[in-house]
DNA sequence: TAGGCCATCTGGTCCT
DNA sequence: AGGACCAGATGGCCTA
C-alpha cells in the first residue's frame, strides 16, 4: 500500500525536480548519514558481504534451474540421479547441481540484481528527499521519516486542494490540524511549529492593519479525515496577536468528525500563517502531547524548551521554491 | 535495552 | 532472458 502511494507520487516528484527549482538532492543528501550510507567504499563491502552470503547461500543451492548451461547439462544429470533414493520423485525440471561454473554465473548474476535494486531504492530516497523539500517543514539535519513524509505530502496536497476548492483561506488552525492528520507526535510538533512561527511572523509583519486578523474563537469545526487529531492539544492559548491556540480548536483525546458532504467548515476563516519566516524550530521528540511553542508570556511562536534545537535550517518550502510565490500571493491578499 | 527507522539482500512475480 | 517491482528478512544505528 505504502509503496503504491509512493508510487503514485514519484513521477511528481521527478517533474518537479525536473523542473529544476528542486535544489539537487544529491548536494545535501551526501551530507546525511542515510545518504552516504553506501559510499563506494561500502559498496565494496557491500557486494563482498553479499558475494559471501551468495557463496554460502549456493553451497546447498539446487534451485537455480533457470541458468540453461549445455556444458553442464550432463553433469547435471548423473549428479541428480545419485541421491534420489528414498525420497518421491519430483515433477518439474530437473534440479541442476550447482557447478563452478553455474556458480560464479549465479553469483554476477545476483550482484548485477542487487546493484539495480541498490539504484532503484536510491532513486526512490532521492525522490523521496525532493518530496520533503516540498511539504510544509523541511530539515537538513532532522529529515522527516519516509512514512511520514508521504503522511505529510498526503495532507498537504489535500489542504491545497481544499483551497482550491473552497476559494477561500482555512485558518491556521484548520491547516495545520489538516497537515498533521495521522502524523507522529514530533512531525506533528514539527509542522505546528512551523506554521505557529509563520503565524507569529505574519502577525508580526501585519499587526500595523487593525482588525486583519481573526483569531477563531470558537471550536473548530471538523476535519475531513474520519481519524483524530487530538495531538494538536495545547493546554495555552494566546489570542488576539498573540498567537494562535490549537487547543481551543481542538478534539479531546480520540476524538473523530468527518465533514458531512459537501459541507465544509471553514469556510468563513481567515488564514493566520505566513508563508515566510526566517528560522524555525524543531524537536525530534518535544514532550508528549505539548506542542513546541506558546506558553502563556512565552515569547510568541518562540520555542524554548532546552530539548528543542535551534531552527536555523528548517524550512517550510515556501521560502526556497518559486513556484510558491504564487501560493504566497494569494495567501497575503 | 526496546523500538523505530533505514539500507541492503534476496527470491518471487510480472512485464517487455 | 532480463529488468522492474515488490515484500520479507536481516542487521546496523540511534534514541528514549
Known sequence: MLSRLFSDVLPDVQRLAAGGWVEDSASEGSKTKDDCHLRED???????????????EMAGDD?????????????????GDENDGDKPKKRGPKKRQ?????????????QKANARERTRMHDLNSALDNL????????????????ETLRLAKNYIWALGEILRNGKRPDVVSYVQTLCKGLSQPTTNLVAGCLQLNTRNFLTEQCT??????????????HPYPYPCSRLASPHYQGGSGGVNIRSHAYGPGYEAVYPPGQDSDTDRNYHYSMHYSGLTTARAPAPHNLPFGPPGARIGGAHSENIPPFHDVHTHHDRAPPYEDLNAFFHN
Open 42 to 56: 561500502e559498496m565494496e563491502d557491500s557486494e563482498t558481504r553479499a558475494s559471501s552470503r551468495a557463496d554460502s
Open 63 to 79: 534451485d537455480d534451474d533457470d541458468d540453461d548451461d549445455s556444458l553442464d547439462d550432463d553433469e547435471e544429470e548423473g549428479g
Open 132 to 147: 520533503r523539500k516540498v511539504v510544509p517543514c523541511y530539515s537538513k539535519t532532522q529529515k522527516l521519516s519516509k512514512i
Open 98 to 110: 550447482m557447478t563452478p561454473a553455474r556458480a560464479e554465473r549465479s553469483k554476477v548474476r545476483r
Open 209 to 222: 492593519e487593525p482588525g486583519r486578523f481573526h483569531v477563531p474563537s470558537s471550536p473548530f469545526a471538523a
